[in-house]
């Protein structure tokens, strides 16, 4: 059998266009020069971890965030991601989570069923905590001062809510931040609440503490079991 090296282009007019569509398994080490930007339009089929679901996002001054009909049985758990800042800022200014069940037009859920901590951490080397064993439906959390900074988000976080919609289990949460005091100061936050209602729960509120919001930016992502 004999090898073709070299072919004489003599008596060859034309070549017929080469088309690298059917090229496979090229060895990087042949591959040179500068290589075209990749677009990323048509992918698909690539998986994520989180599934955008919905949000809210308003820059005036409001009294809540409210996202009804965002957990649902097509997932077991959430991330929420939070950004927002208070209109007034004192001592005591808090975040407050309330639980929504009714789906799309659902109303506040009742009862006297939390069990929450949250412990701070501030930048002048202050911590301390505040809790509450079966307090009320609410949740307040992110900082225990919250300033109302115009150019910075006094609140800055993640929330992950486990298991909102089974209702034959209790829901769980828990959430790290980053938060600016009333005094200035960066707090690092971290806390957990339980729901001892099995309740289905469907959406929730997020309100402050004798104060409105503003710049509120949430959203909400599902959480791929596989």
Known sequence: RMALTTVRSTGISSLPAISAANLTSIPAANITGTLPAISGANLTGLSSDFEYINGFANASEHTDVTIDNCFTSTYHNYLVMINCTVIN?????????????????????????THFISNYHDSNNNTGYYADEGGGSTWQFGGTALGNASNNYT?????????PNEG???TNLMHVASSTNWSGYNQVITGSCRMD???????????????????????VYGMRDS
Do not use: C, E, P, Q
């Not at 209602?197 to 959203?219: C, M």
């Open 89 to 113: 800022g004192a001592n005591g200014r808090r975040l407050v989570w309330t639980f929504r069940n009714g789906g799309a037009s659902g109303s506040d859920f009742s009862g006297d069923n």
């Open 168 to 170: 034959s289990f209790k």
């Open 155 to 163: 609140y800055s976080g993640m929330m992950y809510v486990f298991g």
């Open 197 to 219: 209602d099995v309740s289905a729960l469907t959406g929730f509120k997020i309100t402050a503490n004798s104060d409105n919001l503003k710049h509120s930016n949430i959203r």
